[in-house]
């Protein structure tokens, strides 16, 4: 089994740090992964409430399935303002407080996991302007991550990758949006497929797609996901094969009439109801019927918790927030 080595990335330069930036951990630790048999970790920091806003490259290592590059907030690490006392955000933009945030793009050209971080950037249409792009070597697997474009690009955007993609539990929203092909919430062009496991994606302006698949023997599946889309860019839709791309999938909700191709539980024309949909708020609120206790326990998958590591039970909720009566969340003013 590999060895995982970790480091401290702290903008703040609190005690026991290593590097104040993603960039600066990045350019300093790359090296061949596999030869060494280890896994290099970045532990995400923020004691004194900076944002980082160098944004990285993960490029230029030698990775594999087994031995690859993990950038996280450990929910155990406390002394944050976050979830449970980490520095872990609480599914919501993480504008102050001792909760790590990441104000540039993250690009992935390695195997690479993410995990409980918050990313906002501003990026502008082209096929690598998400806020997390994925490159041509890139193999991404995300969990309980915030993934906001403030641009008119998407919040994920991936390129014609080795292998497929895997993200679970995740909140993707793009605030600006445009009339172009390119302006979807998640952008996805690969043969080996992107797989989104309880996401909930969200277009405040106009777009063109929430999930998209572009181009013929490229395709998206969606479990237990949520789409709405404000505005829909002509020919648009909230899942969408474009360009003879295909979406599949099972129990979805989306804000229009489309749906996965095979699905047979699905709602359509349907938004649910949010905690706080203005402020980017999107935990379900009490009041929603649209998808409490709409999904499907895909915890064969590997996972069976939400974007506040809450675990999931009973009939489970669709998108990235499992509806809790109390859940341990402190709201934060947005920007």
């Known amino acids: 089994m590999a060895t995982e080595v970790t480091k401290i990335i702290d903008p703040d330069m609190g005690s026991g740090y290593n590097y104040d930036s993603l960039v600066d951990w990045e350019a300093d630790r790359q090296r061949d992964l596999v030869s060494a048999d280890e896994i290099e970790v970045a532990k995400c920091r923020s004691t004194g409430g900076s944002a980082d806003t160098s944004g990285v490259d ?12 993990k950038v996280w907030c450990d929910p155990s690490d406390t002394g944050g303002d976050g979830r449970g006392g980490s520095y872990a955000h609480e599914g919501v933009w993480p504008s102050s407080g001792k909760i790590y945030r990441c104000s540039g793009r993250i690009y992935c050209n390695e195997y690479v996991h993410i995990e409980n971080i918050a990313i906002k950037h ?57 009339n172009h092909s390119y302006c979807s919430v998640a952008y996805t062009y690969t043969r080996y497929g992107v797989y989104f496991y309880n996401c909930t994606a969200i277009s405040k302006g106009q777009a063109f797609a929430a999930y998209i698949a572009v181009s013929s023997g490229r395709s998206v599946t969606c479990y237990n996901c949520i789409g709405v889309l404000a505005s829909i860019f002509s020919g648009g839709g909230v899942y969408l094969g474009y360009s003879s791309g295909s979406v599949y999938g099972d129990y979805t909700t989306a804000s229009d009439s489309t749906y996965p191709s095979g699905a047979s539980n699905y709602w359509t024309s349907a938004i649910p109801s949010f905690v706080d949909a203005t402020n980017k708020d999107y935990h379900l609120a009490s009041s929603d019927t649209v998808a409490k206790d709409k999904g499907y326990n895909y915890s064969s998958a ?7 590591g809450e675990t999931r039970s009973g009939t489970w909720d669709i998108g990235a927030d499992e509806y809790v009566a109390a859940y341990p969340y402190y709201a934060y003013a947005q920007q």
Do not use: F, H
């Open 58 to 69: 993960i490029d230029g290592w030698t990775t594999d399935s087994t031995r690859y590059c």
């Open 122 to 178: 501003s990026m502008n249409v082209n096929s690598y302007a998400g806020a997390l792009a994925v490159g041509a070597g890139g193999v991404l697997t995300a969990k309980r991550c915030y993934l906001e474009n403030t641009g008119t690009g998407a919040a994920l955007t991936v390129y014609d990758a080795p292998a497929a993609q895997y993200l679970y539990n995740c909140i993707l929203v793009i605030a600006g949006g445009y």
């Open 302 to 308: 590997g996972y069976s918790d939400d974007i506040d």
